[in-house]
């Protein structure tokens, strides 16, 4: 799939994974419970027949194209279409990526839904994997807990330091945690007597994101903790939204205002380097 395939800083690699958009996040116990049959009238039932659940989203590579800009940076555009069903009309990804002089990489997203099924998804962003190493992280944002649009009002906005590692929550059963909202920036960084140099994602003005050694098919996969084999890349899901928890266990699903209905979403973020 073309998309960012490298930054090379000093000559170190940082990417394991360019970004690619990203629809799914592994089913939280509200969403439905995986292990059980008749979870058709939960989320988790309409979220399998659209294919986004067990396997990672497919990506098919569109247009491509490149321009000079009058400031001296220079603009990539990408497009792919993305499905977990073989529709490919299920979504379209543009993004654009603007490298300035000063060696700001800026990445523009426009996400767009088709289809009447495709509505009340779990996410609408980007993931990106760093190479192993990156398992400093600090954020501006809500913490120290993980926090949701509808679970954030006991989340204060700070500057957190903590690790990647220890973003993961230890449920029963394994399923998405670690999200923070209302992110500034977020960077991430390996051991100080490494020369891999810490990257910097500045939101425009805000993100949602999570840092992680699973991916949400890890976590999807697995019915213990001890099923789980951390990686030994940094996953990273920057996201423009992100549905909410609810309550659906065991009480209502999550009010209409946290979910996401919209057909379009747009965000942007920066990278940097130090």
């Not at 000093?10 to 509200?30: I, S």
């Not at 289809?115 to 962003?125: Q, V």
């Not at 999200?179 to 100080?192: C, G, M, N």
């Amino acid at each position: 799939t073309t998309t960012l395939a490298s930054l090379r800083v000093r000559g170190v690699e940082l990417l394991a994974r360019g970004p690619l958009v990203e629809l799914n996040r592994a089913a939280t116990d509200n969403d439905g419970l995986k292990l059980w049959t008749g979870q058709d009238g939960k989320p988790l039932g309409r979220w399998q027949k659209l294919g986004l659940i067990t396997k990672p989203l497919q990506h098919q590579p569109g247009k491509f194209g490149w321009k000079s800009n009058k400031d001296g940076s220079v603009t990539v555009t990408l497009s792919h279409t993305a499905s977990g069903r073989g529709k490919w009309t299920d979504c379209t990804h543009t993004h654009r990526y603007t490298l300035h002089a000063d060696g700001r990489l800026v990445v523009d997203n426009d996400i767009a839904f088709s289809g009447a099924d495709m509505t009340d998804l779990r996410r609408a962003g980007d993931r990106l994997d760093l190479v192993a190493g990156y398992e400093n992280l600090t954020y501006f944002g809500r913490g120290p807990v993980e926090n949701y649009n509808d679970r954030k009002a006991g989340s204060l906005v700070a500057r957190y330091e903590t690790t990647v590692t220890d973003e993961y929550v230890d449920y029963v059963m394994p399923q998405e945690h670690g999200h923070h909202t209302d992110v500034r920036w977020l960077e991430l960084s390996a051991a100080r007597k490494t020369k891999s140099p810490a990257l910097r994602i500045t939101g425009a003005p805000l993100l949602e994101f999570n840092a992680g050694h699973y991916t949400a098919e890890d976590l999807y996969a697995a019915k213990h903790a001890t099923d789980l084999a951390p990686r030994a890349e940094t996953i990273v899901y920057l996201d423009a939204a992100h549905r909410g928890l609810g309550t659906q266990s065991c009480g209502p699903d999550t009010l209409d205002r946290y979910k996401l209905t919209a057909k379009t979403y747009a965000f942007t973020y920066t990278l940097t380097t130090r």
